[in-house]
Each structure stands twice: as C-alpha cells, then as structure tokens.
C-alpha cells in the first residue's frame, strides 16, 4: 500500500487531535510556520494540510489571526466538499500573456515559458519535410480534411503509445489543434455551463481560463508537489453527483512537476469508472521525464473507456505546428461532433509533416537529446535558487517537466515581482495565474524551457535581487 502524501499525514494527525479534544473549538493552531518547524516540512506541504482541514471543516481560516478549530455539531459529516467557485481573472496578469506575443518575444526572456527553445527542436528537418510533402502531395493545400484527422498520423501516435504500454487505436483518435483544443472538445462534450469539474491545485492557467470561457465551476483538489492529487480528497470530492468531470495532469503537472505513483492513477481510474465521472487527462509533459523510463498515464489503467486521453507534440517537437489529439473513450461521438462544429479539422499539411518525421524513426533521438538538455537545464535552475535566493523559499525537485514551483513565506506578493522582474526584461509566472480564485500571491512558478547560459544565469541572478529588495521592503 502506497504511503500516504505528507500533506495528508499532518492533517490526519491534527484531525485525531480535534476528535480526541487534544484541540478544542475555538483554539488556535500553531503558525504555518512554528508546524513547518515542529515537522520539518515544506511550507507548502503545510499549506496543503491546512487547506485540506479547512475542506473538511474541521478548521477556519481568521483573517491576521490563523488558524483555529471549528465550532460542528455531533450530526455533521466529518468530511465535506469544499465550494464549487468561478474562475475569476486578475486585469494585471494579462500582461503575461501579452509577453508571451510576437512582439514581445525578444524583450522578455528567462523563466516565463514552458516551450522548449528553437535551438533544441528539429527545426530544419521539419522544414525539409515540410517542403517535401508539398512538392509530392499539393493537394494537402487545398483539402480540408477529416475532422477526425489524417490516418497516417494516427498510425504513428498509435506507435507511440506502445512506449507506455497502451494501446491507442488510430480509427479512436481524433487529431486536434494542440491540446488545449482536446481539453476543449472533451469539456465541450462532457459539461454544460454552470456544471462543477475537480481540478488540481494549483492548476494550468490555460486550463482555468478554457473553463471559465465555457461558464464552468470549479472544485480544487490538493495536490502534493511529490504525488500529485490528493486520492482521498478526490474520493470525497466526486461521493455525489455534483462532479461532472475530473482534470487531471498525473504525469508532471503545471505547476507542481509531481508524478502520480501507478497505483494512485489505477485507484482513481477505478473510483471514477466506478462512479461515472469522466476523466480528462492531459499527458502533455509525459515524454519529458528526468528518470529511465516513461511513466504510464492513467490511460493505461481505462478498462471501460472512461478516460479521454489528451497529448500533443507542442511541447517536444512543433509549437508552431499546433497539432495534439485525444482519444475520448467510449465518449468518441460526443467529442468528434464538438470538433466538426469548432474548428472541422486541423490542417492536413502539418500532420503529413509530423507523421513523416515520426515514421523517420527521427523522434527518439531528438527526444533523449532534449530530455537531457531540460533535466540539465532544470539543475541549472535548483542550483542558482539555492544560490541566489533567500533560504526560507520552500521548493520540490520535479521529477520531469519545464516547471519549477516556489512558495514564498506569507505576505510575499508575486505579483509585484512580477511586475518589477517585467521591466528589466525578466519573465515569470506569479501564482495567482494557477489559482481559479487567485490564490497562490506568495508562489512563483519558474521554467527552465530556455537554455542555461551566462546569460540565463544572470537574469537568475537578478531576480534573486528583486526578491532580496522584496523581503528588506516587507
């Protein structure tokens, strides 16, 4: 049996406390602080154990005060589900978005994207190819194309799953723009407006602000920075039918980095088949793991189709080439009408391109070669935080991944260093981004996309600076 996440042991061990009356109503827990002492913990593991109480019931948080048990009567569940709440977006953080434009590309550099740079992607063979399949095939021009998708490409990401173990039909696979666009179709298809889906949290910015767009509420789950998804919080979260879908990133997530033990996704995969809850997972960092081996996505534990599997080849191979796909399970017809009405097809051309570098047998190489350079870079990384910032920065090494997460003590606002990095050219993404309620002001996350130069170096540097300036200001 696997062992139970940090975050959950602390607070299991504080909710035997409140029922034994070791704790009693009203009294006040130790600081986030003085419990990440007495343990040893994370700050952020601690956070999460609070969270959690808090989901329960069992504590309330009081503004400058803390934390302190609460008043329940005898006939009140023990557990409860937290809020469903709305996405909300912050005016300010829009800036981040505007830097990830065209013109702001050269201005803003260092730690704000998650794409691996041109320098480490088969940039030159995908152009040859590319013209090689218009001088052959200059039909791909002026087709449209099947909403599903070309069949040739489909051929060759049924291939790859053989990696993981799984065993994706291409006739089940539906081609999409990215997978941002899978994620949208399965909502689409699976969800109407004012309906409850359970995320991690933190989650992907992309992912809130795709659910909010389609007038979608939002339950957070925990997720550990280790483990990922809390299992048992999930468990509570979807007892009754208030759940219409679950979203899970188990390989890697944005932000955190966690992997997903196998036993913990073939758990969730059961409960949730089990209980009719569709499960959308997004692999799309399932092929950067720092380890031997890739890991499994919870795909590979679907024995009824409940899972719609989302990925894409964004990430490792062609940002500009858009192209992702999913296979939705036994929800195959919902998720294909969704494609023909929002987009019909993705283009033909850049899935001919992608197949034939797939069928070169090219993709392995270049993946160990850009699996080494994100794994060096991202040590590159933990070295100067541990250099250039403030010992108190709680951090987890990802296992795999662009992202880095931060948390910061209380009080810290991420959103100034956001701001302030900005206008010396230095990019990042303050927590409230992965937050549905804007939560998370005191966490950072970092990417380690861009190569490890002096450069790269001295921007690290620097923001260590403005972090410095933060905390004599405070």
Same mark, same amino acid.
């Given at each position: ?211 909010? $767009? ?43 980095? $966690? ?14 088949? $089990? ?7 997004? *692999? ?10 890739? @890991? ?19 990430? *490792? ?55 080494? $350079? ?22 987890? @090494? @990802? ?30 993404? @303050? ?44």
């Amino acid at each position: 049996m696997d062992k139970q996440p940090l975050y959950q042991q602390l607070a299991d061990d504080i909710a035997a406390q409140i029922a034994s009356r070791v704790l009693r109503v009203g009294e006040r827990l130790p600081s986030l602080r003085d419990m990440k002492l007495r343990r040893g913990l994370s700050l952020s593991t601690v956070q999460q154990a609070f969270r959690l109480l808090e989901d329960q019931g069992l504590v309330e948080a009081r503004p400058q005060s803390g934390y302190f048990v609460r008043q329940r009567s005898d006939s009140a569940p023990l557990l409860r589900l937290a809020a469903a709440t709305e996405v909300t977006v912050d005016p300010l953080l829009w800036s981040y978005v505007e830097d990830q434009s065209e013109q702001h590309t050269e201005r803003i550099q260092g730690f704000r994207s998650a794409v691996a740079p041109h320098d480490l992607l088969p940039t030159a063979q995908l152009q040859r190819m590319t013209l090689d399949c218009m001088r052959h095939h200059p039909d791909l021009l002026s087709d449209y194309g099947r909403p599903s998708g070309l069949p040739a490409f489909k051929r060759q990401i049924a291939r790859l799953a053989l990696e993981w173990g799984g065993q994706l039909l291409p006739e089940q696979l539906i081609v999409t723009q990215g997978t941002i666009e899978a994620l949208n179709l399965a909502l689409r298809a699976l969800t109407q407006p004012g309906d409850v889906v359970a995320v991690e949290s933190p989650a992907y910015f992309s992912l809130l602000y795709t659910l909010k $767009a389609l007038g979608l509420r939002v339950v957070e789950i925990p997720t550990d920075p280790v483990s990922g998804i809390s299992v048992d919080a999930l468990e509570l979260a979807t007892r009754d039918a208030a759940i219409k879908a679950v979203i899970l990133v188990p390989n890697f997530s944005n932000p955190l980095g $966690a992997l997903m033990p196998d036993a913990a996704k073939e758990k969730v995969a059961d409960m949730l088949a $089990a209980r009719d809850i569709p499960l959308i997972e997004d *692999d799309v960092y399932g092929e950067f793991y720092y380890g031997r081996q890739r @890991p499994r996505p919870i795909k590979a534990f679907d024995r009824s189709g409940n899972v719609l599997y989302c990925a894409s080849l964004t990430k *490792d191979v062609a940002p500009g080439l858009r192209i992702g796909w999913i296979d939705p399970g036994r929800y195959r017809n919902q998720v294909e009408v969704q494609k023909y009405l929002s987009t019909h097809s993705t283009p033909t051309l850049n899935q001919a391109v992608l197949a034939r570098f797939l069928e070169s047998g090219a993709y392995p190489r270049h993946m160990r070669r850009l699996r080494r $350079a994100i794994a060096s870079q991202m040590q590159g990384l933990l070295q100067g935080v541990e250099q250039y910032f403030p010992a108190d920065v709680q951090y987890t @090494p @990802p296992q795999g991944g662009f992202a880095l997460w931060l948390v910061f003590p209380e009080g810290f606002d991420s959103l100034a260093l956001h701001q302030q990095a900005r206008q010396e050219g230095i990019g990042l993404a @303050p927590g409230p981004l992965f937050s549905p309620r804007g939560g998370y002001r005191h966490c950072v996350r970092l990417s380690c996309a861009a190569v490890w130069t002096p450069e790269q170096q001295a921007r690290l540097v620097q923001l260590g600076r403005l972090v410095w300036q933060q905390y004599r200001s405070g």
